[in-house]
């Protein structure tokens, strides 16, 4: 069992900078493709990022291409989603999850674990 724990939400004007975490425990870190979605109020969790097992490939969202970039470190069990210039509409909760698996994951639904969330507000 994979438990997965995010950080680094928070408060940023538009046009701001955070990085977001994802701890891990409790499996072999290294042999999960991980993802990264958020959800808004009153939408649908949305895809966002994902990267394999070994940092060789990552695939974004079209909302988000160009503005974040997602990384791991594998020593430290921990993935990362860099987000630069945000905007009020990147407000929303954000969650990492984790699959067994090699091939980089789009669906919510084919993920395995799920962190808690983190929340970050971008005001404007």
């Known amino acids: 069992q994979v438990q997965l724990v995010e950080s680094g939400g928070g408060l940023v004007q538009a046009g701001g900078s955070l990085r977001l975490s994802c701890a891990a425990s409790?499996?072999?870190?290294?042999?999960?493709?991980m993802g990264w979605f958020r959800q808004a109020p009153g939408k649908e969790r949305e895809f966002v990022a994902t990267?394999?097992?070994?940092?060789?490939?990552?695939s974004y969202g079209d909302s988000v291409k160009g503005r974040f970039t997602t990384s791991r470190d594998n020593a430290k069990n921990t993935v990362y989603l860099q987000m630069t210039t945000l905007k009020p509409e990147d407000t929303a909760v954000y969650y990492c999850a984790a699959r067994n698996g090699v091939r980089l994951v789009y669906r919510r639904e084919e993920y395995d674990y799920w962190g808690q969330g983190t929340l970050v507000t971008v005001s404007s």
């Open positions: 409790g499996g072999t870190f290294s042999r999960y493709v």
């Open positions: 990267i394999t097992q070994g940092s060789a490939r990552t």
